[in-house]
């Protein structure tokens, strides 16, 4: 299983708020490293969606937010469009092992 | 405009070596704070962290396949090669290459699937 845990799925009607969470430990999040999120369409590779915890890479939408809080963070999002229907996840480093890089399994947001 | 493709063989035998090249463009990575870092993806499943090489040649390895795994600056200047010993089925997925910075991934490749079998 995944270094970070994150729900397998969310779901929400289109113009909706919904959060996918991003549980760690005192040896990646809550260790201080930063949170990094992903989005990742059907048959594409994934796409930075925010770095750094809650910052923006140009052209990603205000509607996509995160934010980190002892040992998790959350990825928010307002608007809901169908559009957004993908698989996310988070990323972080985690100092269990020098250097190495950690992913959550992933969440399934569905536009219902 | 960075780009990053991945490139090596679609079909590899179990126990065989798997050779991977990622040949990109739009950066340096003799660039301080440049890396380099290969992911892969199992069919439905998630993504897992494999390595990384650094600007400064530091070289970085998950720990479940750290005995396996070898990533290295290729010949040419803009190539990153990545080996994996005795490949198994389960080993059989998407493998991507993507440019890190500050420990986020901005650019990642189209990706190669992999299919390991006999």
């Known amino acids: 299983q995944s270094v970070l845990t994150q729900p397998p799925s969310v779901s929400g009607a289109p113009g909706q708020r919904v959060t996918i969470s991003c549980t760690g430990s005192?040896?990646?999040?809550?260790?201080?490293?930063?949170v990094h999120w992903y989005q990742q369409l059907p048959g594409a590779a994934p796409k930075l969606l925010i770095y750094?915890?809650?910052n923006r890479p140009s052209g990603v939408p205000d509607r996509f937010s995160g934010s980190k809080s002892g040992t998790s963070a959350s990825l928010a999002i307002t608007g809901l469009q169908a559009e957004d229907e993908a698989d996310y996840y988070c990323?972080?480093?985690?100092?269990?092992?020098?250097?190495?890089?950690?992913f959550g399994g992933g969440t399934k947001l569905t536009v219902l | 405009q960075v780009t990053l493709r991945e490139s090596g063989p679609a079909l590899v035998k179990p126990t065989q070596i798997l050779t991977l090249t990622c040949t990109f463009s739009?950066?340096?990575?003799?660039?301080?704070?440049?890396?380099v870092s290969w992911i892969r993806q199992p069919p439905g499943k998630a993504l897992e962290w494999l390595a990384r090489i650094d600007w400064d040649d530091d070289k970085y390895y998950t720990t479940s396949l750290k005995t396996r795994l070898t990533i290295s600056k290729g010949t040419s200047k803009n190539q990153v090669v990545l080996t994996m010993t005795n490949m198994d089925p389960v080993d059989t997925a998407t493998y991507y290459c993507?440019?890190?910075?500050?420990?986020?991934?901005?650019?990642w490749g189209q990706g190669t699937l992999v299919t390991v079998s006999s």
């Open positions: 990323q972080s480093s985690d100092n269990s092992v020098s250097g190495s890089r950690v």
């Open positions: 739009g950066f340096s990575l003799s660039t301080s704070g440049m890396c």
């Open positions: 005192s040896s990646n999040i809550g260790a201080g490293y930063d």
């Open positions: 993507a440019r890190e910075r500050t420990g986020s991934i901005d650019y």
């Open positions: 750094g915890n809650s």
